[in-house]
C-alpha cells in the first residue's frame, strides 16, 4: 500500500469513529441539541481533530446522510442483479428500505424530512451534491425496475415511472417506519407478526401499479 492511500485509508478509519460517535450523540440527544463538544466526548477525539474532517455538526450529518444512501444504493443494486424475476427485485428493494430504516435512521429520517425548495443549489457544499446525485441515481434505477415492469406486462402500461418512483418511496418508509414504531401494537392488534404485516403492507403497495393483484 503506497503512502498515499495508507493516508487515505487512516483519514476514512477517524472519519468513520467520528460519524459513528456522532450518530450515536444524535439518537440520544436530538440533533438541535447535540454539540461538537459532545461528539468530540463520544469519539474520543479533540475538537481540533474533528475539525480536520469536519466542518461542522451539519457537515458530520451530510456525511452520515451520505453514507446510508451509499449503502441502499448498493443493497438495492444488488438486489436487481442477482433476481430477474420483477417480485423477486421488488422484495429486495423492500428489504433494502427495511435496513436502510434500521442501520441508517438518521439517512433515513434526514432524507425524507429534507425540504429541497429551501436549498440554493449554486451554493450547496460538495457532499449535498453528492447527497442528491446518489438520490437520483437510486431514483434512475427504480424507474428502470418499472419500466421493466411495464415491458414484461406486469405493470398497467400507463403508469409514469418517476412519479411513482417517489410515491413507493414515500409509502414503503411511512410503512417501515410505523412497523418500527408501533410493532408491538400492530402485532397485538391484529394477530399477527410485525415481518407478516409488512409483507402484506408491501404487497398491497405494489399493487396499486400491477396489471393483476397479488
Known sequence: M??????????????????????????????????????????QYSRRTLYAYFESKEDILYHVILKGLNILKANIETGLATHHDFFA?????????????????????????MKNKDMNMESIPPVVMQIFTIGTEINQMLASFIENGKAEGIVRPEIKSMPTVYILWSNLSSLVSLVQSKGPFISQEFHTTEEEFLAYGFNQIINSILKERI
Open 89 to 113: 427485485q421488488y422484495k429486495m428493494i423492500c428489504e433494502a428500505m427495511k435496513d436502510y430504516q434500521l442501520n441508517s435512521p438518521h439517512s433515513f429520517a434526514s432524507v425524507n424530512n
Open 2 to 43: 503506497g503512502r498515499q492511500n495508507k493516508k487515505e485509508s487512516v483519514a476514512a478509519l477517524h472519519k468513520e469513529n467520528i460519524m459513528l460517535a456522532a450518530e450515536q450523540i444524535f439518537s440520544e440527544k436530538g440533533f438541535q441539541a447535540a454539540t461538537i463538544a459532545d461528539i468530540s466526548e463520544a469519539s
